[in-house]
């Protein structure tokens, strides 16, 4: 992501080189490889030995022989045990490989999505302290993970080997430099299905660090029309699949966006409603699909600012959080090119800011589809700019919609940083979604759709409040003002990333969303050509 003019404080990104690491799946004894270093993944049953002491694990008994005993004596020294986290480096001499790391899995291999990204950013970690260029990763009970899961568990390793070695350095006026270049897989089986998860990774994790880097930029240099601008570069660079259509604030106008629009009306820095929308190479479409993202590129609260340590107003550049996870599925679905659906990718962005020309606490607004909101609060504002979007992604035609916000600090307290809250009346989507996670490994819980809370949101003077009278059960009552705004034919399905988006340990964002998108479009895709070859048999019969 570049700029071409620098923003308020002169600060203008730097353009960096994009990560590339190539990825193969190879069946080769683990001992046998050569290259930089060799990482091998154990568990803790992998390290048992034998009365004589040596290991009873073929791979690792293997390599010891090979050392002439050196895995026996620096696990030994190490106090290596194969603990989850627990990582050991040795410098070797003589051998195909410069290094040996051993990372610990724990009691068992990983047999989950999230597991294998976490083994994944654990080898990141290696390859980095050694400034590998070349490193291979191997497992020492390839057993351990099932068949079929395999090349899943190669595809979300290398998501997180990727992940693991990014660093945002474009504002920074020195960078350290990757040196890893080529990863082999060792274990995880081989052939076209593995290659193909392995492609697939390559293109998700490239939207994933996109939608990091929309998060991470501050809102002195992303504003509405730069994000705006690169949405519509994914457009330009995929025109074979993706058309962009960007809204001013006359056209939102016209289109009686007032709810929007409302938002907006106290920045200096205008609004962009933006529209991507991807038809399949071929245009042969028999599903329509929207992702809607929140796009708040700052969030001061309004005359409701944000007061407090617990506000984290510094870091509301993350509030377009729901807008990166949208851009960036789009990004990766344009390289992918899933046949079968439409998609559409909408974003509501502006910013939420302090002025004469801005909304105050008790004005009403009307949205696009005539309904009346009194604004009780601005601060919960994200709800009132995805009111009109999601009237304008109704009207797009689709069958599903799914939008994500960083809507409410209720769902961080009750799920932490984590995992991010689903609400939502169709057990269809949310089955939808469930599927798409587990292969992306991003961690989600369904909250109750409580219809009786909504009584909460009852204005005396137009047909709904914006947060309501009582704090309690605010992620559900802010589901409920959502879906006031959806279609009933459409399915919908409401996701709060309020806490997964950010990373307060590592002070950067995590592109979640990203992975988990793309994944319930390439499960919609499949299953449309499922249902086809179903009917095509059926005819036959």
Known sequence: MAHTAAALGLTKPNVVEPLQVSFAAIGIEPSDWEGDVLAVAVTEKDLCRSPCSSFENAVLKRLDSQLGGLLSEASAEEDFAGKAGQLVVLRLQGQGFKRLGLIGLGRSAPFTAAACRGLGESFASVAKSARAGSAALALASPGGIHGEFKPNAAAAIASGTVLGLYEDNRYRSESNKVHLKHVHLIGFGYGPEVD??????????????????????????????????????????????????????????????????????????????????????????????????????????????????????????????????VLGAAKALGEIKPPGVEVHFIVAACENMISGTGMRPGDIVTASNGKTIEVDNTDA????????????????????????????????????PSIAGIL??????????????????????????????????????ADMLNTGAIPQGGVITAALFLKQFVDEKVQWMHIDVAGPVWSHKNRSATGFGVSTMVEWVLKNSSSINEDEATQGGEELV
């Open 196 to 325: 193909r998860r392995l492609e697939l990774a390559n293109y998700v994790s490239s939207g994933v660090i996109f939608g990091k880097d929309l998060v991470n930029s501050p809102a002195n240099v992303l504003t509405p029309v730069v994000l705006a601008e690169e949405a519509s570069k994914i457009a330009s660079t995929y025109s074979d699949v993706f058309t962009a259509t960007i809204l001013d604030e006359e056209r939102c106008r016209e289109l009686k966006m007032g709810s929007y629009l409302a938002v907006a009306a106290a920045s200096a820095n205008p609004p962009r409603f933006i529209h991507l929308c991807y038809k399949p190479p071929g245009g042969n479409v028999k599903r329509k699909l929207a992702i809607v993202g929140k796009g708040l590129t700052f969030d001061s609260g309004g005359y409701n600012i944000k007061i407090g340590a617990v506000c984290n107003i510094e870091l509301m550049k993350w509030d377009m959080g729901g807008s990166a996870a």
């Open 424 to 461: 939502t009346p169709s057990d269809e989507l949310h089955e939808e979604v469930a599927a798409a996670s587990e292969v992306s490994g991003e961690k989600f819980w369904r909250l109750p759709l409580e219809e009786s809370y909504w009584e909460t949101m009852k204005s005396g003077v």
């Open 381 to 416: 504002e994200g709800r009132l700019t995805l009111a009109d979007a999601l009237v304008y992604a109704c009207k797009q035609g689709v069958d599903k919609i799914i939008d994500l916000a960083t809507l409410t600090g209720f769902c961080r307290v009750a799920l932490g």
